[in-house]
C-alpha cells in the first residue's frame, strides 16, 4: 500500500520559516517524480514545486520562487520544502503528490498525502 505522510507545517509569522517533510512507503520511491500543492480555502489547487526522480527538472511557482526550495533525499524517501519569508498569502493545506513523470497538472498526480496545514499571519 502505498502511502505518503507529509508533516513540518504549523503557524508562523509572516517572514519566518518551515520545512515540510513528505516520507513515502510502499512503492519504488526513487522512480517517481514528487510534487508540492497547496489549496488555500475557496481556492483551487495549485501547483507549487516539483522534482524528478533524479533530482532534476525542478520546478517552482513564480509565486514562490525564490522564497521556497523543493529537495529529496531518495535513500530517505523523502522529499523536502524549505520555505522562507513565508507570507499571509502562503496560508493553505499543504500536499505532497507522485507521478510516473514530472506533470504539470494535478490530476496527473497518482498519490497524494493527507496534507499539512501551513498558517501565516501578518
Known amino acids: 500500500q502505498v502511502q505518503l505522510v507529509e508533516s513540518g507545517g504549523g503557524s508562523v509569522q509572516s517572514g519566518g520559516s518551515l520545512r515540510l517533510s513528505c516520507v513515502v512507503s510502499?512503492?519504488?520511491?526513487?522512480?517517481?517524480?514528487m510534487g508540492w500543492f497547496r489549496q488555500a480555502p475557496g481556492k483551487e489547487r495549485e501547483g507549487v514545486a516539483r522534482i524528478k526522480y533524479d533530482g532534476s527538472n525542478i520546478w517552482h511557482a513564480d509565486s514562490v520562487k525564490g522564497r521556497f526550495t523543493i529537495g529529496r533525499d531518495n535513500a530517505k524517501k523523502t522529499v523536502y520544502l524549505q520555505m522562507n519569508s513565508l507570507k499571509p498569502e502562503d496560508t493553505a493545506l499543504y500536499y505532497c503528490?507522485?507521478?510516473?513523470?514530472?506533470?504539470?497538472?494535478?490530476?496527473?498526480?497518482?498519490?497524494w498525502g493527507q496534507g499539512t496545514q501551513v498558517t501565516v499571519s501578518s
Open positions: 503528490a507522485a507521478a510516473d513523470v514530472c506533470y504539470t497538472t494535478s490530476s496527473r498526480y497518482t498519490y
Open positions: 510502499g512503492y519504488t520511491y526513487s522512480k517517481y517524480c
